[in-house]
């Protein structure tokens, strides 16, 4: 399928002529570019870029990005370079630079991964209720090799902390509420007090994604079962790989539908239950689950966290795109089921 993409420099967070000089000295041979937002103002704001010949994603910071932490261009291009041709699913790594001088804010460069993204509801549509279950089951076997990783092996032995990482987490997602926060909830107020009291010990330790869900791996177009790339990295770190299943799960509430634009493909119905996913995870992974309610809740909270910080960069008029005026709506009902987690 054809796409017209910007040819112009004024695309909002992009100067072409500054990334064409960029890229005329890190992929020499490259001619003049053209550009289409891909989506943007959810979190990084992504690119497609094309000189006619080939065709790269471009990644930086959202505007107006109050979180340098979960917007950390450096970060993910590392972990991606570091886990290219070993056994996960990413695209191939091309060019970063944290230099300013650019486009105003650090970027990283992917060769572009052709195939299929499943964002909402309607785009399942296509799909038979077996070709869900083995998209699900393949996302969770990807989720297991991905913490089957020694970070040692491909260079991220220092790429975060794991002792400690789920107080950490707790703590860094409240300070975001606290910094982002456009209203008073007290459910959010009351589920971190649980979490932060009721904190345990790290289950193991791994490669994290820190934002795994449906949308955020891109399938291969003849077969929603096999994973072509896992994209959105910006939160990876080393920690306890329950947080990714646990985010995974609360991504699947309806509660989430709004972040997406009211009907989010992770909360269809058609997709396994999460609980079948969570001893997919297990008989696949070995890791013993017990603990999962836990990383649960913090996944809700940390959902909620993102809702709200998304729609204090609508009301501030710093998103991209459309479809960010209902997301404010998601927070509340995020943290009040993540209240309700018992563990």
């Avoid at 970027?107 to 299929?116: I, K, L, P, S």
């Avoid at 076997?141 to 902390?161: I, T």
Wanted: aromatic share 6%; hydrophobic share 45%.
């Amino acid at each position: 399928m054809s796409v017209d993409l910007d040819p112009g420099p004024a695309m909002a967070g992009l100067d072409l002529p500054a990334l064409e000089a960029f890229f005329a000295t890190e992929v020499p041979g490259t001619g003049p570019l053209r550009a289409e937002l891909m989506h943007g103002g959810r979190s990084n704001l992504t690119y497609r870029l094309t000189d006619g010949r080939s065709t790269w994603v471009l990644r930086r910071p959202p505007l107006g990005g109050l979180n340098p932490s979960a917007h950390d261009m450096a970060r993910e291009y590392r972990v991606v370079a570091a886990l290219h041709g070993r056994g996960v699913p990413v695209a191939r790594p091309v060019a970063m630079t944290e230099d300013p001088a650019v486009i105003g804010v650090p970027f990283a460069v992917v060769e572009h991964v052709q195939g299929t993204v499943l964002r909402t509801r309607g785009d399942l549509d296509p799909f038979s209720d077996d070709d869900l279950a083995r998209c699900a089951r393949g996302l969770v076997e990807v989720l297991g090799a991905l913490h089957a990783v020694d970070p040692a092996e491909v260079g991220l032995a220092g790429f975060g902390r794991p002792e400690g990482y789920l107080a950490r987490q707790v703590r860094r997602w409240y300070g975001q509420w606290t910094r982002i926060a456009t209203r008073e909830l007290p459910d959010v107020e009351a589920l971190h007090e649980r979490l932060a009291r009721d904190c345990p010990p790290e289950s193991g330790a791994a490669i994290v994604h820190g934002d795994f869900r449906i949308d955020n791996a891109i399938l291969d177009p003849d077969d929603p079962g096999v994973v072509r790339a896992l994209v959105d990295w910006e939160m990876a770190t080393l920690g306890d790989p329950l947080a990714d299943l646990g985010l995974h799960i609360a991504y699947a509430d309806p509660a989430f539908d709004p972040v997406l634009g009211g009907a989010a493909a992770s909360t269809s119905p058609r997709l396994p239950r999460p609980d079948d996913l969570a001893a997919h995870y297990g008989a696949v992974t070995g890791r013993d689950l017990s603990g999962l309610a836990f990383h649960i809740a913090l996944g809700y909270f940390k959902a909620a966290v993102i809702a709200e910080d998304i729609h204090a960069r609508y009301l501030r008029g710093d998103t991209v795109g459309a479809g960010f005026d209902q997301v404010g709506a998601a927070v509340a009902p995020l943290a009040a089921t993540g209240l309700a987690v018992r563990w």
